[in-house]
């Protein structure tokens, strides 16, 4: 009975092509879900002349299953369809109507070609193998959107994670967003190669970015300050806003020897200090111009000592 | 078998790790280095890993254990030169090595043993 299902559109496929692409073309474009923006009548009637020759030739095979060897020309142009369509930004239901659309003209003209009564049990088969081509449409158009979210994931983390240098010998690292266990790692690692390259000895985290810090975000702050200690390079975490002080004793986690400020310039403060230097005022009205050179210049040459 | 070098150079004591550390080479590190600051009465050790690429728990505990015992014949100990490889693989094997001075590179580690020792032997007047 599935067989001859099969053979039946097989047939159908064959003497009504014509007509069945431009019901097919019809139906999708007076859709809801047609999207004129994004395609055009005359590139989706490419598109599905294309799936109804692959279809065509699969079908002459007999085979039903259309994860079979002789489906694996429709199948690959559907993944093209969908994974295209994921990027250009379509919705999943409007990628699977592509298939689901096909199924009004299609079955209408297998009844009229089987009569009433056998087209019933006849339809069957060729239903349910519509329904499975529209998941694994589905299924691809997932896939595709998946990969485009890893890939920005993977583009956001190597943004933004800059190792800055405040002054000789010091180095910042403005944390900015939730640290999860893959960020720590490009975070400890930029870092701990930065320390190695300029050797710092004091490195400040700042994490006025971070919104929220959980234990997990603690324990991995404290790995990069422990990784940074071995290294020998003393780390200040700094930028802890008053919830997040509130957070981390309420959460009980113990910060240990770690030092601490509310603030990055507070930390750059201690860093100079360790370092023997200092920031002192120069005159009491700077003038504009030179104001800029002349201020950080200070903090080398007064503070030795 | 073969040996780590421990260099006297004053009153430290210099280890370079050049090779892959083992066991066993651990084990005869920490007796030759013992009985080494007792002959030499040495303040200070300083052990130099820049050029070690691997570490497990083992090679990890082993310098906290070298730290301790060096503490205990009175001699102070700072690890320099870590790799930031080592350094992520012993924060990840749970070692942060708490009782471990350390350094960026012998520069550095020559000058924090120069400052704990002078620091001790002030302490050490004043009492």
């Not at chain 1, 967003?177 to 700042?206: F, H």
Request: with cysteine; hydrophobic share 45%; aromatic share 4%.
């Amino acid at each position: 009975m599935a067989t001859d299902s099969i053979a039946s559109l097989n047939d159908i496929l064959q003497k009504d092509e014509g007509a069945l692409l431009q019901a097919w073309v019809d139906n999708q474009v007076n859709a809801p879900t047609f999207r004129p923006d994004r395609t055009s009548r005359q590139e989706l009637m490419d598109h599905c002349r294309r799936f109804l020759t692959l279809m065509r030739d699969a079908a002459r095979s007999g085979e039903q299953d259309i994860m079979s060897p002789p489906w694996a020309g429709v199948r690959q142009m559907l993944d093209d369809l969908s994974v295209s369509r994921a990027q250009q930004g379509f919705s999943p239901s409007e990628t699977a109507s592509f298939i689901f659309s096909l199924k009004q003209p299609l079955f209408d003209r297998l009844q009229k070609a089987l009569g009433q009564a056998e087209a019933v049990t006849r339809l069957w088969p060729a239903n349910l193998m519509l329904d499975r081509l529209g998941l694994y449409t589905t299924e691809v158009f997932q896939r595709g959107r998946e990969q485009v979210i890893i890939r920005q994931q993977q583009e956001l983390m190597e943004l933004s994670t800059p190792v800055v240098t405040l002054w000789e010998g010091v180095l910042a690292l403005p944390l900015i967003g939730t640290l999860d266990s893959a960020r720590t790692q490009v975070v400890m690692e930029n870092l701990l190669q930065r320390i190695v390259d300029s050797g710092a000895a004091i490195a400040v985290i700042d994490i006025t970015g971070v919104p929220t810090v959980d234990t997990v975000t603690a324990q991995h702050l404290l790995k990069t300050v422990a990784a940074a200690r071995l290294m020998g390079a003393d780390c200040i975490i700094s930028g802890i806003r008053p919830q997040i002080a509130q957070t981390i004793v309420h959460l009980g986690v113990e910060l240990g020897a770690v030092i601490t400020k509310a603030t990055l310039s507070d930390a750059f403060a201690i860093a100079l200090k360790r370092l023997g230097l200092g920031v002192q005022k120069v005159s009491a009205a700077p003038r504009r111009r030179d104001d800029d050179g002349a201020g950080s210049r200070a903090a080398g040459e007064h503070g030795e000592g | 078998m073969e040996r780590i070098p421990i260099l006297k150079m004053g009153e430290y004591l210099l280890v370079t790790i050049q090779i892959d550390m083992h066991d066993r080479l651990a084990m005869s590190l920490q007796d030759d280095l013992t009985s080494r600051i007792v002959s030499a009465r040495a303040k200070g050790v300083l052990i130099d890993i820049s050029a070690l690429e691997m570490v497990d728990s083992f090679i990890g505990r082993m310098f906290g254990d070298i730290a301790a015992m060096s503490r205990v014949l009175d001699a102070e100990t700072v690890v320099v030169g870590m790799r930031p490889a080592v350094a992520i693989t012993l924060v990840e094997l749970g070692l942060s090595l708490p009782g471990v001075r350390t350094a960026l590179n012998i520069e550095r580690g020559m000058e924090l043993l120069r400052g704990l020792i002078s620091a001790r032997g002030a302490d050490a007047g004043s009492a």
